[in-house]
Nanobody
Framework: VQLQASGGGSVQAGDSLRLSCAASGRTLDNYNMGWFRQAPGEDREFVATITSNGGMTYFGDSVKGRFTISSDNVKTLFLQMNSLKPEDTAVYYC?????????????????????WGQGTLVTVSS
């Protein structure tokens, strides 16, 4: 599957953005899907994940209550980001995992994912 993230931009603190991840090659119902982010000089950080059947979602502690993840289970993954903070500034990546994992421990690990999109930059100013 090929992934392409979009929807990033420059916003003010408190604003909202919705990121999209378009898939080609196969439909998303074959994959667990995740969002990660990477700020300059930092490791890639887990943001959110949704299991292949849409039954489970998990979020990183820093975004709980502000971000939601959803999928149309066909071609597009979404990340709705509300109440954005300057510390949310990063390049956001979508990723797909073809395993049978459904637990937070593996789905929050970037090494679990087999396919990655190219990233979209989100900049939040105070």
């Amino acid at each position: 599957v090929q992934l392409q993230a979009s929807g990033g931009g420059s916003v003010q603190a408190g604003d909202s953005l919705r990121l999209s991840c378009a898939a080609s090659g196969r439909t998303l119902d074959n994959y667990n899907m995740g969002w990660f982010r990477q700020a300059p000089g930092e490791d890639r950080e887990f943001v959110a994940t949704i299991t292949s059947n849409g039954g489970m979602t998990y979020f990183g502690d820093s975004v709980k209550g502000r971000f939601t993840i959803s999928s149309d289970n066909v071609k597009t993954l979404f990340l709705q980001m509300n109440s954005l903070k300057p510390e949310d500034t990063a390049v956001y990546y979508c990723a797909a995992d073809h395993s049978y994992c459904s637990r937070y421990a593996c789905l929050s690990n970037k090494d679990t994912y087999d396919y990655w999109g190219q990233g979209t930059l989100v900049t939040v100013s105070s």
